[in-house]
Structure formats: C-alpha cells, structure tokens
C-alpha cells in the first residue's frame, strides 16, 4: 500500500446522477493530484492542488469539480457526466512544492462507469 | 508542449531473463525528470525508479536500470533477472524542472508479461 486511498473503488453512474470521488493521503504530504486513465491512452493530469490551494486546471470540463478542504483529502464531485467519462480516476500526493524533485504516490484509484 | 512515447504497448519476457522497454520523448526544455513507473494488475501504481536530466550517470535500483540519452532523448527501462512479480504496465512520465510546475506526462504505457 502506498498510503493514499480512494474510494468508491468502483462506481456505476448515470449522466443525470451526481456522485464524488475521495481520495485520503496518510503521509504527511502537501499536494495532492487527480489523474484520468482512460483505456490505451496516457494518464491526464486533472487538476493539482498545493497547500490546499489549486494549482493546475488542464482543460477540464466544468461537470468535473474538484475540493480540497485540508491537506489530507481531495474529492472530485462529478455531474451530468458523459459515457466517454468512463475511465479509471487515480489520485496521488507528493510532498510539496518542488513536485519534479518528489515521488508521487499513487491511490488504487476509482473504476467509473457512466451509463 | 512535452509528448512521451511508448512503442511497445506489449511485451513479454522469460522467468530470470532481461527485458528492455523503451521510451521517448520530446521536449525543448533542458533541466527535467524522467520517471517509470509500475501498475500491476488491480493494484496501485509505484514509481520504479527516477532519473534527473542533468545527471550523466544512469540511474540504477536493485534489478532496474535505465539507459538514458538525453540527446536522443530516450529513457529505456532494464529489468534484469525478470519475476512474475513484474508483470504489469509500466508508464514512463516527464516532469519539467521548474517550481510549482507539477505538469507530469505519461507515455501510453507498455504491457509487460512474465512467463514461468
């Protein structure tokens, strides 16, 4: 185990449904990220947020809504979403500021299926 | 904008032999990592090993190795003495050296099997 979690692990939704992703880091880091991983493309990288604060928004439509009330937890709430949004949504952390010097350490990720 | 480029979607490779697995990339910058990392199936994704642009020397952990050349810009992964433990999809990822820029690309990822 890497020391973040996620849950759900897997989640069935509708396009009108609203559901949110959780995502909990035990280490002690201070930025947190939400990735896409669709199937035989590249990991996208969401959104990142820094001390609570967001960072980097790459383009993501607005039905995806990221929170981050402290440190430790970052959630992505989720409405009338599309099927293409069908992917699996990894949330990592890493310690802090200078992310290119720190690992990030991958949660098992959430398996969401839009119907 | 920095690509990562994984050739190989699928691999396969012997119980105790060495396999390689390549990556590219593109990218104007010149201080930067480069990262592999390892997801196995229904499991969390663990970084392998990392390499810093402006070391020369290749970065090594136990079994894994990588063969880096900056100015091919290629980032090839050795796995030596390979285990059925390995067997997973391993992402190669590029981070630009500059702070609070925490942009890291993935490649595609390239399915790697070991057969007993």
């Known amino acids: 185990e890497t020391g973040v979690t996620q849950t759900p692990r897997h989640l069935v939704m509708g396009m009108t449904n609203k559901k949110s992703l959780k995502c909990e880091q035990h280490?002690?880091?201070?930025?947190m990220y939400w990735y896409k991983q669709s199937a035989k493309k590249p990991l996208e990288l969401m959104f990142v947020?820094?001390?609570?604060?967001?960072?980097e928004n790459n383009s993501v439509p607005s039905r995806f809504s990221p929170e981050c009330p402290n440190s430790s937890h970052l959630f992505l709430h989720l409405h009338t979403l599309q099927p293409e949004d069908s992917a699996l949504y990894l949330c990592a952390s890493s310690q802090g500021e200078l992310a290119a010097q720190e690992t990030q350490y991958f949660g098992p990720g959430t398996r969401l299926l839009v119907l | 904008a920095q690509t990562v480029t994984q050739s190989q979607p699928e691999m396969s490779v012997q119980e105790a032999e060495t396999v390689t697995l390549s990556c590219t990339y593109d990218?104007?910058?010149?201080?930067?990592?480069l990262f592999w990392y390892k997801q196995p199936p229904s499991r969390q994704m663990i970084l392998v090993i990392r390499?810093?642009?402006?070391?020369?020397q290749n970065a090594t952990e136990n079994r894994f190795s990588v063969n880096f050349q900056k100015a091919a810009k290629s980032f090839s992964l050795k796995i030596s003495d390979s285990q059925l433990g390995d067997t997973a999809m391993y992402f190669c990822a590029f981070m630009k050296l500059l702070n609070n820029n925490n942009d890291m690309r993935f490649g595609a990822g390239t399915r790697l099997t070991v057969k007993p």
């Open positions: 990218t104007s910058e010149s201080n930067y990592y």
């Open positions: 280490l002690g880091h201070n930025a």
């Open positions: 390499q810093e642009a402006y070391k020369q």
């Open positions: 947020y820094n001390f609570k604060e967001q960072t």
